[in-house]
C-alpha cells in the first residue's frame, strides 16, 4: 500500500524559512517522480512544485520560484520542499503526492494527508 | 499557463440522480486530463486519467470524456458516500492546473 507521510508545517514568521518532509513507502520510490501540491484554506488545489526520479528535471510554480526548493534523498525515500522567505500567502495545508511516472508526466495518483503551514506574525 | 474553468461550482442532487460536471481548458491538451474527488479533510484521491480512464478500483458509476478542450464527468447514480468536491486537473503542460472545483451536496 503507497504511504505518504508530511511532516515539518507549523507557524512561523514571514520571512522565516521551514523545511517540509515527505516519508514515502510501499512503492520503490525511486521508481517515480514527486510533488508537492498546496490547497489554502477553504481554497482549491495548487501545484507547488515536481521533482523526476533522479532529480533531473525540476519544475516550480512562478509563486514560489526562486524562494522554494524542491529535492529527494531515494536513498532514505523521502521528498523535500525548503521553503524560503515565506509570505503570508504561503498559508496552506502542502500535500506530498506520488507521479504516475518517473519523468514530470504531471499525474500524481497517489497522495498524502497533509501538513499545514501557516504563516504569520 | 493554461486555465481550467469548472462548471457549476457547486450542485445539489437526490440519491440516484445523474450528476454531470464540465471542465474546459483554455487551449487543446488533447486527453491530458484527470479527475480527483476530494472529500471533506481528506485528501484528492484520482478517479479518472487520460480524461476518461477509471483508476483501479473507482465505482463504474463515475465516468470521463472528452478531449481537446472541453471535458465532462458524469456520476450515473449519485450516492451519499459521493459528497465531495470534485477537481479536473490538466498536464499537458507545465504547470499542471486545476479547475476551481465542484461542490456535490445530497438534496
Known amino acids: 500500500e503507497v504511504q505518504l507521510v508530511e511532516s515539518g508545517g507549523g507557524l512561523v514568521q514571514p520571512g522565516r524559512s521551514l523545511r517540509l518532509s515527505c516519508a514515502a513507502s510501499?512503492?520503490?520510490?525511486?521508481?517515480?517522480?514527486m510533488h508537492w501540491v498546496r490547497q489554502a484554506p477553504g481554497k482549491g488545489l495548487e501545484w507547488v512544485s515536481g521533482?523526476?526520479?533522479?532529480?533531473?528535471?525540476?519544475g516550480y510554480a512562478d509563486s514560489v520560484k526562486g524562494r522554494f526548493t524542491i529535492s529527494r534523498d531515494n536513498a532514505k525515500n523521502s521528498l523535500y520542499l525548503q521553503m524560503n522567505s515565506l509570505r503570508a500567502e504561503d498559508t496552506a495545508l502542502y500535500y506530498c503526492?506520488?507521479?504516475?511516472?518517473?519523468?514530470?508526466?504531471?499525474?500524481?495518483?497517489?497522495w498524502g494527508q497533509g501538513t499545514l503551514v501557516t504563516v504569520s506574525s | 499557463d493554461i486555465q481550467m474553468t469548472q462548471s457549476p461550482s457547486s450542485l445539489s442532487a437526490s440519491v440516484g440522480d445523474r450528476v454531470t460536471i464540465t471542465c474546459q481548458a483554455s487551449?487543446?491538451?488533447?486527453?491530458?486530463l484527470n479527475w480527483y474527488q476530494q472529500k471533506p479533510g481528506k485528501a484528492p484521491k484520482l478517479l479518472i486519467y487520460?480524461?476518461?480512464n477509471l483508476e483501479t478500483g473507482v465505482p463504474s458509476r463515475f465516468s470521463g470524456s472528452g478531449s481537446g478542450t472541453d471535458f465532462t464527468f458524469t456520476i450515473s447514480s449519485l450516492q451519499p458516500e459521493d459528497i465531495a468536491t470534485y477537481y479536473c486537473?490538466?498536464?499537458?503542460?507545465?504547470?499542471?492546473?486545476f479547475g476551481q472545483g465542484t461542490k456535490v451536496e445530497i438534496k
Open positions: 486537473q490538466q498536464y499537458d503542460n507545465l504547470p499542471p492546473t
Open positions: 487520460d480524461a476518461s
Open positions: 487551449q487543446d491538451i488533447s486527453n491530458y
Open positions: 503526492a506520488k507521479d504516475s511516472g518517473q519523468q514530470l508526466v504531471l499525474l500524481p495518483d497517489y
Open positions: 521533482i523526476s526520479w533522479n532529480s533531473g528535471s525540476i
Open positions: 510501499g512503492f520503490t520510490f525511486d521508481d517515480y517522480a
